[in-house]
């Protein structure tokens, strides 16, 4: 088993044992079995996936700082949503939002956060959906 722990700005938002995790890292996909060797790895905006006696949770994930040793995993991120916590509406009025500002090209906006916006809802969105 693998101890998970999930941490954000607020505390302490998750702290179970799995058999597997999945998740995306700015390098690409990857998987943790027990017994896997330490690692630390930087997130990507994207879901993690926890799978626990053939279950699987999925989690949408802003982005963050994984590391594991010993068979425990710390993720440090600014948020997280399982799929039963995301509202899929207001992510997709964050969607349109995003998409509205990127359209306009205004100069005094800055383009990165938009991007970023987009990215999260678009996660968050497709999370919601599997």
């Known amino acids: 088993m693998i101890d998970v722990r999930i941490i954000t700005p607020s505390g302490m938002y998750l702290h ?7 998740a995306r ?4 996909n990857f998987g943790l079995l027990p017994d896997h060797m330490p690692m630390v790895a930087m997130l990507d905006i994207s879901s993690m996936t926890l799978i626990r006696d053939g279950v699987e949770k999925d989690y949408a994930v802003s982005g963050g700082l994984l590391e594991y040793s010993k068979n425990i995993v710390t993720v440090l991120t600014d948020a997280i949503e399982g799929e039963e916590d995301i509202d899929i509406e207001r992510a997709k009025a964050a969607k349109e939002r995003a998409e509205k500002r990127l359209q306009a090209k205004e100069h005094s906006l800055n383009m990165r956060r938009a991007e970023v916006a987009l990215r999260k809802a678009i996660n968050r969105i497709n999370v919601k959906g599997k």
């Open 16 to 22: 179970t044992e799995v058999d597997q995790l999945n």
């Open 25 to 28: 890292s700015v390098d690409g």
